[in-house]
């Protein structure tokens, strides 16, 4: 069986939504905890929200225990509805069921530095004004003084950038 890449995937995604003109600042990749999956070591549940066309969309795979996999399957279905679209197809409120949100264990240090890249919405081979902008966009978004507060995101991302300079030598 082929090996899944997820910075191939992510890389991938970014550039389906570039095609969108969606751009980073305006997407994440959330890792959460799958319930088919309870004694995994870390989230394999893949879950990208994008912001297109002034309303947040998201898409989101749980079937694997394996979270590259996962994620293969949103970047597929994303590549199929742009092609979709490309052919004419028109799609509203475009849903499924959800799984009950189960808290865990925070995951592993080894799979946190792509955590913090998918929180930022960036790459590992991003550069750091790149980053840098990220985080000043999003930041800005989900600042309790901003425009859709959201103090746990906010908190999330600033510990993801604080993390992702530090590894970097960035001050910050």
């Not at 499924?96 to 808290?103: F, Q």
Request: hydrophobic share 35%; proline share 6%.
């Amino acid at each position: 069986m082929p090996s899944v890449d997820v910075n191939g995937n992510r890389r991938e995604i970014r550039r389906q939504l570039e095609m969108w003109s969606v751009h980073p600042e305006d997407y994440e990749i959330l890792w959460e905890w799958n319930p088919k999956f309870p004694l995994a070591r870390i989230a394999t549940g893949a879950r990208l929200r994008y912001l297109r066309q002034n309303a947040w969309q998201e898409i989101s795979c749980f079937y694997s225990g394996d979270r590259a996999r996962n994620l293969s399957q949103v970047r597929l279905l994303l590549e199929r509805l742009r092609l979709a679209e490309k052919q004419g197809v028109v799609y509203k409120g475009l849903t499924s069921s959800k799984a009950v949100v189960v808290s865990a264990p925070e995951p592993p240090n080894g799979s946190r530095a792509t955590d913090d890249y998918d929180i930022l919405g960036g790459d590992p081979s991003d550069s750091t004004d790149m980053i840098k902008r990220l985080y000043k966009v999003k930041s800005q978004y989900y600042h309790p003084d901003g425009s859709t507060p959201n103090a746990d995101k906010f908190k999330a991302l600033t510990e993801a950038y604080e993390r992702i300079m530090k590894s970097r030598g960035e001050h910050v």
